[in-house]
């Protein structure tokens, strides 16, 4: 610890700065890259991170494997044996998550002989469809913390959505694409609806939107609960199980190729969030605003732009993104079934890692909800080609991993020895309870 | 510094006293209104013994309408006289308590009037207090970090991780003590991974908690279906039998109440005493209140910041442990996914409800208990208020305390900020 030497604490206490900001570019010449190896700029440490979780994973795998424990048992007898059955334990999984998510090269010698076409590009297909609603609660989440709020409620807004899409999904009659679009509509407004509430809470009486968004998560846990187990709302008549009506066909979203699970219109509406968002951030006045509030409220406030009005309006946005996560489930065409109690999954909760993971930007959130999309699809089909099992929860760990070390930048550059460098952003963030 | 509820559009200019009494008004109006007029004829019964155990104390049966217009009347007096007097904080407090208990008991009169079955109210709080336990240690937990300046909201993840260590533990070695131990133990281990994130890599501590939560529920499942499942004796569902002490258990009304329960209850009974007084009459405590207030002040008076943090987030940890291992060790015995199922944010919930003290938390997590345990009794009556309404409460009630509705509540100064010697 020898402060006087390298002078750590400028580089905790430097503001995020604000990126697009007009100065140019470093051309992308072999010498730039090799420092920015060395340094650990913030491509490389996510790259590392994504690589340390995956091999502390491999050895969560490894070491909760019955034959290989067995195996290492009798190292000092047959090393070589203890060796393969690790090394094949890893393989084996880690090969069917990249199978499930990228491509299988079975599927290619499988076209040739007459299989389908269609085969080779069904894991693309499906790691689009698991990253829809990951996206877009990545937004969510991601355009709120530009603002300087940290929106935990992705969950109840979802829920919000969900109720408001499915409602309108199997209780209005309406036209093919008509229907899609209200559904749509009726999501993004139930869920903007819930995130008002929070930033004119927040905006309103200074309470921390952290506390307020945790407990209108339960609260719409149980509106949830309540709404389905009467057919006066949402329950499906002549159920016992809480469990809505599947929504009518005229307002599920196309979808390509085989049955679902598969890419559908939700990855464009994703997609189409996306550059919104980006454009809101990076062009608008709104954006702008946003921004300055996120990183200095006080110089926003003498710069005469109203605090308390982006916060309510961002948590606006940030709620009816989540909101539409939800119709991307609801009108997937399923599986998963009709709206029920564990519709909500673990959505809101993943879009808070997908946006750390994505730095917050609108592409690092679409790149990272790709990338846990991936991981989803691919610890599905990992599940199923692994004897024993390796249990699909294990993404849940990567995503965990990756996140923890993505946060904690000077860990990273300790394992792997880079220089210490300029601010790269997330540590800037802390703040308490106070504000 | 802005504070949690600092106003800054000043547009609640209500006075909290007129709110406070205006509230109770309310409830008294409620409880005239809705419970007295709409009961159903007739009594309603309730029973303070457990049938077939102690001592036998006759069924109490009470005219239910009659009853609500009392309490209901009572209620709105105390409203009146909190909103002209000015009382003591003490009174302050005790008039909440009995305004609150005077509408729970209308509302069982008004549920159980005219009903056959009677309503057990020992059962009732004993099952309060059942349901409360992990929400008690969680909620400790809680003030342990967030008094020295941490916060934590990864309470989630340590109840689950509690919960996972304590049934596989035990089912393997075949000691619940072990179990119980060891649970404490690696619930201690995630608050020391939250301690080294928060407090030597600076990492924002809302984030930290959240992916820690991420984490714990990955981990535990993950070793759930790739140990537990294949090897059914690694949940073996063994758990602590009640203790009935000597004596003070047999008590009557008291005694099942609160001396006949798990281990689990004399061990919260403890540390509720324990971390109440360390950290409100102890130097100890006074030194965590220090850093967790104004850690420049603390290291100059020479308090070691750092040091004072990490152990008390790891402290804190070991008893949000014990918490987990009552959710399986404790009551069920199996481990299952996600078992933690929110009670980790409930205590979060509970703590900032009870201002950041002891005590307040566990008043504040009893009030949980109770509405969680009404709403099973309730629905036992058939009673027409949605289960999930009353499940909501703490919730709502909890949004409403932050929002500055009832009270001030206000974190530690430096909750949540990471310190960095100058």
């Not at chain 1, 490389?44 to 424990?69: K, Y």
């Not at chain 1, 993004?188 to 008002?196: D, H, M, N, R």
């Not at chain 2, 759930?224 to 004796?233: E, F, S, W």
Request: proline residues 5%; contains cysteine; neutral net charge.
């Amino acid at each position: 610890m020898s402060d006087q030497l390298t002078p750590a604490a400028p580089e905790a206490a430097k503001p995020d700065p604000a990126d697009d900001g007009g100065k140019p570019r470093p051309r992308l010449t072999g010498k730039v890259i090799i420092e920015a190896i060395l340094e650990g700029s913030p491509v490389v440490i996510t790259i590392l991170a994504v690589f340390m979780a995956l091999v502390i994973s491999a050895l969560l795998i490894v070491f909760s494997d019955n034959n290989v424990l067995h195996a290492w048992g009798d190292f000092f007898s047959a090393p070589g044996a203890a060796l393969a059955l690790t090394w094949h334990s890893i393989a084996t999984a880690y090969s069917a998550l990249f199978e499930g998510a990228i491509f299988s090269p079975a599927t290619i010698g499988a076209a040739f002989h007459g299989g389908s076409i269609a085969a080779i590009f069904y894991p693309l297909s499906l790691t689009a469809f698991e990253a829809t609603p990951l996206i877009l609660t990545g937004l969510s989440v991601a355009i709120a913390f530009r603002a300087g709020l940290f929106n935990i409620g992705a969950s109840g807004q979802f829920v919000g959505g969900a109720c408001v899409a499915a409602w309108i999904g199997f209780a209005v009659h309406l036209p093919v694409v008509i229907h899609i679009v209200a559904c749509v509509l009726g999501a993004l407004v139930g869920g903007a609806i819930l995130g008002w509430v929070v930033g004119e809470l927040k905006a309103r009486t200074g309470a921390h939107e952290v506390i307020i968004t945790i407990m209108l998560n339960y609260v719409m846990y149980n509106l949830l609960n309540f709404l389905l187990s009467s057919t006066n709302f949402l329950q499906q008549p002549g159920q016992s199980n809480q469990i809505a009506p599947p929504i009518q066909q005229n307002a599920i979203f196309p979808h390509v190729g085989g049955p679902p699970p598969q890419a559908n219109v939700g990855f464009l509406v994703a997609l189409a969030a996306v550059a919104g968002v980006a454009w809101l951030l990076s062009r608008s006045t709104i954006g702008f605003e946003f921004r300055t509030v996120g990183a200095n409220p006080r110089a926003a406030r003498s710069a005469g732009m109203s605090v308390e009005r982006s916060w309510a309006l961002v948590m606006l946005i940030s709620g009816g993104l989540a909101g539409l996560a939800a119709s991307t489930i609801i009108q997937g065409g399923g599986p998963p079934p009709p709206l029920n109690p564990n519709t909500y999954g673990t959505y809101g909760f993943d879009g808070i890692t997908v946006a750390l993971l994505g730095r917050a930007r609108p592409v690092g959130v679409l790149l990272a909800g790709l990338l846990f999309g991936a991981l989803q699809a691919g610890g599905t089909v990992m599940q199923a080609a692994t004897n024993p099992q390796v249990p699909v929860d294990i993404v849940e760990v990567i995503q965990g991993l990756i996140v923890l070390f993505v946060a904690a930048p000077p860990l990273i550059r300790a394992i792997f020895r880079l220089r210490a460098a300029r601010g790269t952003g997330m540590e800037a963030v802390a703040k308490g309870w106070n504000g | 510094m802005t504070t949690l509820v600092a106003p800054i559009r000043q547009s609640f200019t209500l006075n909290r006293d007129s709110l406070a009494a205006g509230f109770f008004v309310l409830l008294g109006a409620i409880e005239i209104a809705v419970f007295g007029v709409f009961a159903h004829a007739g009594h309603a019964t309730f029973q303070l013994s457990i049938s077939g155990s102690g001592t036998q104390i006759p069924d109490i049966k009470v005219p239910a309408a009659l009853v609500c217009y009392v309490v209901g009347g009572l209620s709105v007096v105390i409203g009146f006289w909190r909103g002209i007097a000015e009382p003591s904080p003490r009174l302050k407090r005790l008039a909440i308590g009995t305004v609150i208990t005077f509408f729970l008991a209308a509302l069982l009169c008004w549920a159980d009037a005219g009903n056959q079955t009677a309503v057990n109210l020992i059962s009732l709080v004993q099952q309060s207090f059942t349901a409360s336990i992990p929400l008690v240690f969680g909620a400790l937990a809680g003030c342990m970090c967030e008094r020295s300046g941490v916060i934590n909201i990864a309470i989630e993840g340590q109840l689950l991780v509690g919960a996972f260590t304590g049934a596989i533990i035990a089912s393997a070695i075949g000691s619940l003590w072990i179990g119980l131990i060891s649970s404490s133990i690696a619930a201690g281990l995630l608050g020391l991974l939250l301690a080294v994130f928060a407090i030597t890599f600076l990492v924002d501590q809302i984030i930290l908690g959240v992916v820690l939560n991420v984490l714990a529920l990955g981990i535990t499942g993950f070793l759930y279906d790739r140990l537990m499942v294949p090897n059914a004796n690694l949940n073996a569902g063994n758990s602590f039998s009640a203790v009935k002490l000597p004596l003070l258990g047999n008590i009557p009304i008291i005694g099942p109440i609160f001396f006949d329960s798990t281990i689990f209850l004399y061990i919260a009974y403890i540390l509720i005493i324990v971390i109440q007084i360390g950290l409100f009459s102890t130097r100890w405590g006074l030194r965590v209140r220090a850093v967790g207030e104004h850690p420049t002040a603390a290291d100059t008076l020479g308090l070691r910041v750092l040091w004072i943090r990490y152990r008390n987030v790891v402290l804190g940890g070991m008893v949000a442990g014990i918490g987990g291992a009552f959710l399986t060790i404790g009551s069920v015995g199996f481990f299952n996914k996600d078992i933690s199922s929110g009670f980790g944010f409930i205590a979060l919930a509970a703590m900032i409800f009870g201002r950041w003290t002891p005590l307040g938390s566990v008043a504040a997590a009893l009030l949980f208990g109770v509405a969680d345990s009404l709403a099973i009794v309730l629905s036992s009556l058939n009673v027409p208020i949605p289960s999930n309404f009353l499940l909501m409460t703490p919730y709502l009630a909890t949004i409403v305390a932050v929002v500055g509705l009832v009270g001030k509540v206000r974190a530690p100064a430096a909750d949540g900020k990471p310190y960095v010697k100058a």
